[in-house]
């Protein structure tokens, strides 16, 4: 009976999740739903008389796994969510079609299965002392070679991941001594404009006054700037929107005269490549 | 706890050492990696990458000669070292190893993969000569799973080997050294779709557990004839397990990959999927299809005329309408695909198995060499960006390059099968197996549909030949020595396998003979 | 209640599939993967409980560390390419340098 309960709670729980997963449009809900659904069957693999599985599940899979979604999802940007434009006509409802259709084969292929009570593992686990000495005879003995191959996949796994993500420093280390000359060098010795001196307040995306009563460009956070242009954020004072957008517009081009490569190159060049390989 | 001990397991290392050696090699090219010097790590990667794939093909080569062939499974009966999967092995290894000689030769691949593309930090890493040497590694743990993936004998671990198989190609496909985030886009694609498809494998393995009870492929082939009742449980997974394996072979629903894989990895990459990774899957999928389910050809054959035909079908007849020469050698990879699909369908009584199996074996021999050359000449014609993808720039190449022109063409011939190259005994062997298997509908589509992309092969060599070649067309790489041996030797080989088929064809006969040990 | 595991998870690896066709942002496609390979792992324990052995456990936990490893490279890989097209790296956040 107890296990009866514990299965629709948890069903009802991780089905609501997984649609969860696939229908909410923020990235982070997604992840937190697929976290509840593999903590639920964390539950049922315990209430199957798989106690091993059911920690290693929460360890493993919800522990390292989720958290390394999560930690991707951070840095890619929690905000990316997704579009909701159709780019293939149709597509959206054949996959629903496909879906409910594979999912109705299924359920039929197995509904159809008259099976016999479950016989249980409670006799091999006692045979043996308990679920976890019986998988580790299993893992050593029948199925060691398996499990010793697994250790290919690990170091490819780390190996990969130092291929892509590691960037090897290709030139020294700039010292302080560097790093002051380049600034003494540079056009600005001192340090750039704070937000928000003269201005109402002092906000980070609140740009400083010059005396005159025009925008500083030096002051405006330029990523920030960015976002609001696109976002349309820009102040309620119509000057000063004008302001910001003169001022972005000049320490873009700036910066392409200084030779800083700025997002736009790059995606351009991405376009030409594009075009070229196909 | 009441004291048990485990016994201890016993592993045939001899048996298994092919495997040992180049799984071993690629820890150690990881520790090269760690300890060596940059501007020493090419110098030992190359030599220790080839040594450990020509050990392997040796001890092969050992094992066959000295002790024969083994009749029982090894390694506690997780892996199958029998005929078929001992010429396998040796087939991997010489593909693997005239890859390897592609990959080693030129700057196929990025300075250093975590520069972002077109940053200053890319040119940076260019300029001082950088290389992204955990390739090498990468490659021997790929061939590793390649090896184990057609010798498994339960289906974890050939999941396993599917993995391990799989996921050092991913990274691989994303590592080209020009058109990058072509590459990319390869890699991601690639890697989403496997993992996709291997989702479906391990959901068919599910059911195959739940119905037999054990994943052995003997244990499934046992219940086949004392389970009743739970047929459905059967066939479901049995086209799970199909989809997962189809997928990895590029047949027709599932081929979308393979072009855009094709195209956007490093050409020496493609040229190592397109040969052993083709080759490792078939094996796979005979080891499914005629061990465990043998006796269920009557239900999964007209599954697979369906999906040999689509997939001859699609292979000829999209390659026509492609304008780039990788797409198309990918699309003419899909097409053979299906006629060698044409012999795995062509199951019956002991000898047939036989004929249709020694076939394969011949037909993936023959057609891994040729790829593998007709990819290699594709790295020699270059442009200012790159390699010359797009059909045009090939056009007039025959009257700048004679000879690799014409090499190119031998391989395009023997891509279309005519007499005197190696294709033609291929699918000559294939089709007379699938006619001796009461499958002859599915020959005349084979025989139709070669004809139409012989039709592409001859467009392609027209324009090399016939065609007034641009003013700024592509420069010819000068090959140097690893480029021109891959080349000789994919072209002596499809001489040879024309000419001369009889002894390869022998010796695939005699791999074949006792099929598959369960 | 072998059946009602079943459906169960033959419901979720559905989901995911469907998951996997209707979503542009990799991450959620990967996720989606994943969520496919934990229903595997549910008929696999379900079934190793209707057969009385432990074959299906072990599968479960051999999935477990491949999955892991798939992980690894899938996020790196889609990490790169987020990298590359709209160049979010993490070395061009210098703002708070002056």
């Known amino acids: 009976m107890g296990e009866t309960i514990t299965f629709w709670v948890l069903a009802v729980v991780s089905v609501a999740a997984a649609l969860g997963l696939v229908f909410s449009r923020k ?6 739903m697929l976290g509840v659904v593999m903590l639920s069957l964390a539950v049922l693999y315990a209430v199957q008389d798989a106690p091993f599985l059911a920690a290693v599940q929460i360890i493993v899979y919800t522990g390292a796994v989720m958290m390394l979604f999560l930690f991707v999802l951070m840095l890619v940007g929690v905000d990316s969510s997704d579009s909701l434009v159709e780019t293939i006509r149709g597509q959206r409802f054949w996959a629903i079609v496909a879906g409910l259709g594979f999912a109705a084969l299924l359920a039929l292929a197995i509904g159809n299965v008259v099976f016999t009570p479950a016989v249980g593992v ?63 060098s540079g056009p600005q010795p001192s340090p750039l404009p704070g937000p928000g001196t003269y201005a109402l307040h002092n906000a980070i995306d609140m740009p400083a006054l010059l005396p005159d009563g025009s925008v500083s460009a030096k002051s405006i956070n330029r990523v920030l700037a960015r976002h609001e242009l696109e976002d349309d954020f820009t102040p309620t004072d119509p000057e ?22 700025a997002e736009q190159p790059i995606q351009a060049k991405d376009a030409v490549i594009k075009e070229d390989g196909q | 706890m009441n004291g048990t001990t485990i016994p201890a397991p016993t592993i045939e290392y001899a048996l298994l050492a092919p495997m040992l050696i180049v799984f071993g090699a690629a820890i150690v090219g990881v520790l090269v990696e760690a300890f060596f010097p940059r501007y020493l790590r090419k110098s030992v990667h190359v030599p220790l990458t080839l040594l450990a794939l020509a050990g392997a093909f040796l001890m092969t080569v050992l094992q066959v000669v000295r002790e024969g062939v083994p009749t029982t499974p090894s390694a506690m009966g997780a892996v199958a070292v029998d005929g078929p999967a001992l010429f396998i092995w040796g087939l991997i290894l010489v593909l693997a190893i005239v890859s390897t000689l592609l990959i080693n030769d030129e700057d196929q691949f990025v300075a250093q993969a975590a520069a972002v593309p077109g940053s200053a930090d890319e040119e940076e890493a260019v300029r001082s000569g950088y290389a992204q040497t955990e390739v090498y590694p990468l490659l021997l743990f790929s061939v590793g799973g390649m090896m184990l993936f057609p010798a ?31 590459s990319q886009e390869a890699s991601v694609k690639y890697f989403l779709l496997g993992a996709f498809s291997s989702a479906f494998f391990l959901y068919g393995m599910a059911l195959m557990y739940g119905y037999a009870g054990s994943l052995d492929l003997k244990a499934i082939s046992a219940a086949l004839g004392t389970v009743s009742g739970q047929n459905t449980l059967l066939l479901a997974g049995t086209a799970m397990l199909g989809v997962g394996l189809l997928f990895k072979l590029g047949a027709a629903p599932f081929q979308a990959w393979k072009p855009d894989v094709y195209q956007g990895a490093p050409t020496a990459v493609t040229a190592l999927m397109a040969s052993t990774v083709l080759v490792s899957a078939f094996g796979a999928l005979l080891r499914v299809f005629w061990v465990a389910l043998g006796n269920l050809d009557w ?14 079908v699609v292979g000829a007849i999209l390659a026509i309408t492609q304008t780039d020469i990788k797409r198309m050698l990918a699309y003419s990879s899909i097409a053979h695909s299906g006629f060698i699909l044409t012999g795995v369908i062509a199951t019956g009584a002991f000898e047939q198995n036989q004929g249709a199996l020694s076939a394969i074996l011949f037909y993936l021999a023959a057609y891994g060499f040729t790829t593998v050359g007709a990819f290699a000449v594709v790295t020699m014609v270059r442009d200012a960006g790159g390699e010359a993808g797009h059909l045009s720039r090939w056009a007039g190449l025959g009257k700048r390059a004679p000879i690799l022109a014409g090499i190119f063409a031998f391989f395009l011939l023997a891509f279309a099968g005519i007499p005197l190259t190696s294709g033609f005994f291929g699918k000559y062997a294939v089709f007379s197996a699938a006619v001796a298997g009461d499958a002859l509908p599915l020959v005349v589509v084979g025989v139709v549909t070669s004809a139409i992309a012989a039709f592409f092969y001859v467009r392609v060599i027209v324009l090399m030949f016939f065609s007034e070649p641009a003013a700024d067309g592509p420069t010819i790489a000068t090959p140097t020595i690893g480029t021109s041996a891959v080349v000789a030797l994919a072209a002596a080989a499809t001489v040879v396998l024309g000419v001369f088929p009889q002894p390869v064809l022998d010796l695939a006969g005699e791999a074949a003979s006792a099929l598959f040990i369960r | 209640m072998t059946t009602h595991y079943l459906v169960l998870s033959a419901l979720l690896f559905a989901i995911g599939a469907v998951g996997v066709l209707l979503r542009r942002n990799a991450i959620v496609v990967f996720m989606c993967v994943e969520l496919m390979l934990n229903a595997c792992n549910l008929a696999f324990v379900t079934f190793a409980r209707q057969h009385g052995n432990l074959d299906g456990q072990l599968i479960a936990f051999f999935v477990m560390v491949v999955a892991a490893a798939e992980v690894v490279i899938g996020l790196a890989i889609i990490v790169m390419i987020f990298r590359t097209r709209r160049s979010a790296s993490v070395d061009d956040a210098n703002l708070l340098k002056y």
Request: hydrophobic letters at 55%; a positive charge; charged letters at 25%.
């Open chain 1, 27 to 32: 990235a982070v809900y997604s992840a937190l």
């Open chain 1, 122 to 184: 409670g006799q091999v686990t006692q045979a043996k002392g308990g679920n976890i000495p019986a998988l580790a005879e299993m893992i050593f003995t029948r199925h060691v070679f398996a499990f010793e191959v697994t250790s290919a996949l690990l170091i490819t796994a780390a190996l990969g991941a130092m291929v892509l993500a590691h960037r090897e420093r290709v030139r020294p280390k700039a010292t302080q001594r560097d790093l002051a000359r380049a600034r003494f």
């Open chain 1, 240 to 261: 000063k929107a004008a302001m910001i957008r003169e001022a972005l517009a000049k320490g873009e081009a700036e910066e392409r005269e200084h030779g800083v490569e």
């Open chain 2, 152 to 182: 498994s004998n339960d289906l974890l671990i050939m999941f396993v080997a599917l993995e391990v198989l799989s996921l050092p190609l991913y990274l691989l496909c994303g590592l080209a050294r020009r058109r990058r985030l072509l």
């Open chain 2, 299 to 312: 239900d999964w054959r007209p599954v697979m005329w369906g999906v040999a035909i689509l997939t001859m």
